[in-house]
């Protein structure tokens, strides 16, 4: 009976271990399962925080071809002011010579 008693003590004593060794492994999930929902929310911002860069990116790129469209058309633009300067200095001159054989024609009849 004595030797009942021991075992039934040392079963006892096991047991306690026991759920103590299962409270603490609970806790020390709970603990990782906390760790493991802060890394997920980190991993999300930080998704969200990526997406918003390449967005930010896409219209960046976007704004930079404008850009380059908006100087390519200004280039051409600014080419067709020289020419049309050279015209109007062209007709100008034209009509200028014009006048002055007008000027010489009128001051023979006189």
Same mark, same amino acid.
Request: proline share 0%; with cysteine.
């Given at each position: 009976?004595?030797?009942?008693?021991?075992?039934?003590?040392?079963?006892? /004593?096991?047991?306690? /271990?026991?759920?103590?060794?299962?409270?603490?492994?609970? /806790?020390?999930?709970?603990?990782?399962?906390?760790?493991?929902? +802060?890394?997920?929310?980190?991993?999300? +911002?930080?998704?969200?925080?990526?997406?918003?860069?390449?967005?930010?990116?896409? +219209?960046?790129?976007?704004?930079?071809?404008?850009?380059?469209?908006?100087?390519?058309?200004?280039?051409?633009?600014?080419?067709?002011?020289?020419?049309?300067?050279?015209?109007?200095?062209?007709?100008?001159? +034209?009509?200028?010579?014009?006048?002055?054989?007008?000027?010489?024609?009128? /001051?023979?009849?006189?």
């Amino acid at each position: 009976m004595c030797e009942r008693n021991d075992a039934l003590s040392e079963a006892v /004593q096991t047991k306690d /271990q026991l759920t103590a060794k299962i409270k603490e492994l609970e /806790q020390e999930l709970s603990g990782v399962k906390e760790e493991l929902g +802060e890394s997920r929310a980190n991993r999300d +911002e930080a998704s969200n925080e990526r997406d918003a860069l390449e967005a930010r990116l896409e +219209e960046t790129a976007f704004l930079e071809q404008k850009r380059d469209m908006a100087q390519v058309e200004l280039l051409e633009l600014r080419k067709e002011k020289e020419q049309l300067e050279l015209r109007l200095c062209s007709k100008e001159s +034209e009509q200028g010579e014009g006048s002055d054989k007008i000027t010489k024609s009128e /001051q023979k009849v006189s």
